[in-house]
Nanobody, 125 residues
Framework: QVQLVESGGGLVQPGDSLRLSCVAS????????MGWFRQGQGKRREFVAS????????YYAGAVTGRFSISRDNANNTVYLQMNNLKPEDTAVYFC??????????????????WGQGTQVTISS
């Protein structure tokens, strides 16, 4: 049974940082590209960042470029999202997901096969 479990969310102030983790089980992480998505209240799920299996390809949404960084540790079946200079508009539930096209970094959520349950990130002063 495949499971993706996100952690690291919380309530922080504008300008703060958070690091999200996604631990995978039931699959070999290096067989997949991975992505992070988010969904704010009343909004559609949107792409945040993705990374190919060997980390050679990374892709970011424009709204997070320069502030967020995606990375992975295949040996420990974990994907990370480092989020710096957080803004109130980053408030959302953040999800990780796996993409079977492991060599590319894509943004279409319909192409991702397995999803975690999400972790809440709230930015507020």
């Amino acid at each position: 049974q495949v499971q993706l479990v996100e952690s690291g969310g919380g309530l922080v102030q504008p300008g703060d940082s958070l690091r999200l983790s996604c631990v995978a089980s039931g699959l070999v992480l290096s067989d997949y590209a991975m992505g992070w998505f988010r969904q704010g209240q009343g909004k559609r799920r949107e792409f945040v960042a993705s990374i190919s299996y060997g980390s050679s390809n990374k892709y970011y949404a424009g709204a997070v470029t320069g502030r967020f960084s995606i990375s992975r540790d295949n040996a420990n079946n974990t994907v990370y999202l480092q989020m710096n200079n957080l803004k109130p508009e980053d408030t959302a539930v953040y999800f990780c997901a796996s993409d079977p096209a492991r060599s590319v970094a894509r943004s279409d959520p319909n192409l991702f096969s397995y999803w975690g349950q999400g972790t809440q990130v709230t930015i507020s002063s």
